[in-house]
T-cell receptor, first 116, second 112 residues
Framework: EPEVTQTPSHQVTQMGQEVILRCVPISNHLYFYWYRQILGQKVEFLVSFYNNEISEKSEIFDDQFSVERPDGSNFTLKIRSTKLEDSAMYFC??????????????FGPGTRLLVL | DAKTTQPNSMESNEEEPVHLPCNHSTISGTDYIHWYRQLPSQGPEYVIHGLTSNVNNRMASLAIAEDRKSSTLILHRATLRDAAVYYCILSPSLNRDDKIIFGKGTRLHILP
């Protein structure tokens, strides 16, 4: 069964450093998302991406964050200058719209980011 | 976004059926009801969705009240692998991408 993959599985970085989290969505999907989950808290929406542009972003997704689909397969989340509070699990998801007009999002296994 | 209410946690014995309730009294006529779950240390996983009629798939069944103000996710025979946080989510019936707003969900404990 096709699945969303994410790399790396774990990333440790120093505060102020840039990190790039990578995702390979399911190949025929058109909609892409990033979510994050701080330890012990809810899963939070960050950004959605369709047709090579951001569809929607949350308040969390400030100027330090950017997303890109550099080729036909990868979808990346960049954090320009990491802060301690960026430590979280980051999930990528992709979806297609079903015949009923509803979408099912498929999530990757996540990247655990630790900012020291 | 329409709100859902779920119990914080539930417990069930292995190999018994589990009924996970969800209240959504402010649901609109075109909102679909989706269930996702999150196994420990994993990403969320789609379980099932429905609009008005009850739905079955290989993972679970979804029973939707006639007035649509509540629904129940049914795991017919729980295994230890079903221990997870279960999220009940409303999704507008629009043919476009839409973010998922996760609540706290119900943490399901399975007792061996």
């Amino acid at each position: 069964e096709p699945e969303v993959t994410q790399t790396p599985s774990h990333q440790v970085t120093q505060m102020g450093q840039e990190v790039i989290l990578r995702c390979v969505p399911i190949s025929n999907h058109l909609y892409f998302y990033w979510y994050r989950q701080i330890l012990g808290q809810k899963v939070e929406f960050l950004v959605s991406f369709y047709n090579n542009e951001i569809s929607e972003k949350s308040e969390i997704f400030d100027d330090q964050f950017s997303v890109e689909r550099p080729d036909g397969s990868n979808f990346t989340l960049k954090i320009r200058s990491t802060k301690l509070e960026d430590s979280a699990m980051y999930f990528c998801a992709s979806s297609e719209i079903s015949a009923s007009g509803q979408e099912t999002q498929y999530f990757g296994p996540g990247t655990r980011l630790l900012v020291l | 976004d329409a709100k859902t209410t779920q119990p914080n946690s539930m417990e069930s014995n292995e190999e018994e059926p589990v009924h996970l309730p969800c209240n959504h009294s402010t649901i609109s006529g075109t909102d679909y009801i989706h269930w996702y779950r999150q196994l420990p240390s994993q990403g969320p996983e789609y379980v099932i969705h429905g609009l008005t009629s009850n739905v079955n798939n290989r993972m679970a069944s979804l029973a939707i009240a006639e007035d649509r103000k509540s629904s129940t996710l049914i795991l017919h025979r729980a295994t230890l692998r079903d221990a997870a946080v279960y999220y009940c989510i409303l999704s507008p019936s629009l043919n476009r991408d839409d973010k998922i707003i996760f609540g706290k969900g119900t943490r399901l404990h399975i007792l061996p």
